[in-house]
């Protein structure tokens, strides 16, 4: 763990202590990245641009084995529209689906139980507003914002200094089609977004009583993540009657309440995600940068994925 570049660095407001070792999130959320080479290939498999050896076919080329991938990316191939996968793609979904349903019961178990923290609703009457909170507290806006199961979509707000801001992105995997939804490879209700949150967790960033944390008197907010869409999604998909994937929806609803409620220039600004929440803190990074808050320095902190791969790495990656 490196100490963070910050965007524009000035001596009054830099950190100077670096951040935890590896422990940045409470949860690794092991279910993303122990999933995501399964859910990649699986995606492959179901879209029609991955296909798997014939026996004869690795024999004659020596790739066959233990240690052969099974996947090969056809190299700008057209693919046909519609393409019947391997008789194999079934057992091997399955398998996938339960070992990720044991991941997300492990994160859920590893969970503490005894973590507690405030609610609220926003509201005409009631704005949650920060300098009423007296610990962590779950907010939930309202509006247009959802789970992808229609649960009511909330965030996470553990109080600090007003000018100091953490915006972390949860993780919790993605679903685009009917297929990974089928096999949960994302985090569909709030519920389980709660239990697996870095709020509750209370390590590394989120442990606020720890000296080591040079971020343990800012003001952190966990967008929390249950609409499997890395925090781009409006539109309503029809994978289980209406689901509605709504990440767009749901993040601006996160900082609108952030916008009102912390100073109107912030002395530091940390930006910050993991696996799935890594792409959206990506994908969000530029706009909160240059056009959502003014700020004296900020870092954008990404962690277990990236959102561009080099041309050819990704068969090797699936590995």
């Not at 050896?53 to 240690?67: F, K, L, S, Y």
């Not at 994908?283 to 791969?309: C, I, P, Q, R």
Request: charged share 15%; with cysteine; hydrophobic share 40%.
């Amino acid at each position: 763990w490196l100490q963070p570049v910050w965007r524009k660095p000035t001596s009054a407001h830099s950190l100077e202590t670096p951040l935890l070792p590896a422990e940045m999130a409470a949860a690794r959320h092991a279910v993303v990245r122990s999933a995501t080479c399964s859910i990649l290939a699986t995606l492959l498999l179901a879209l029609g641009r991955a296909e798997v050896q014939p026996a004869e076919v690795c024999a004659a080329q020596g790739t066959c084995g233990e240690e052969a991938s099974l996947v090969q990316l056809p190299q700008q191939q057209e693919q046909p529209a519609a393409r019947t996968a391997p008789a194999a793609a079934p057992r091997a979904l399955e398998r996938m689906r339960q070992e990720m349903m044991a991941e997300t019961e492990s994160r859920r178990a590893r969970a503490p139980r005894a973590a507690s923290y405030d609610s609220c609703t926003l509201g005409r009457r009631h704005g949650c507003p920060l300098s009423k909170m007296h610990g962590r507290t779950l907010v939930f806006p309202r509006g247009k914002t959802s789970c992808l199961n229609g649960d009511p979509f909330a965030f996470f707000v553990t109080p600090g200094a007003t000018d100091k801001l953490v915006l972390y992105f949860q993780a919790g995997g993605a679903c685009w089609t009917q297929l990974t939804f089928d096999i949960q490879a994302c985090t569909q209700s709030i519920q389980v977004a709660i239990q697996t949150s870095g709020t509750l967790g209370g390590q590394g960033i989120f442990n606020t009583a720890d000296r080591r944390n040079g971020l343990r008197d800012y003001t952190i907010v966990e967008v929390l993540y249950c609409s499997g869409d890395i925090f781009v999604g409006n539109t309503t998909q029809s994978f289980n009657g209406s689901n509605p994937q709504v990440g767009f929806e749901n993040i601006l609803s996160v900082l609108a309440w952030v916008l009102r409620n912390t100073k109107a220039k912030l002395s530091s600004l940390v930006i910050a995600g993991a696996s799935a929440g890594a792409l959206g803190a990506q994908v969000w990074a530029d706009h909160l940068l240059s056009k959502t808050f003014k700020y004296d320095a900020a870092a954008v902190l990404v962690d277990s994925y990236a959102g561009v791969f080099p041309d050819g790495t990704t068969a090797l990656l699936l590995q």
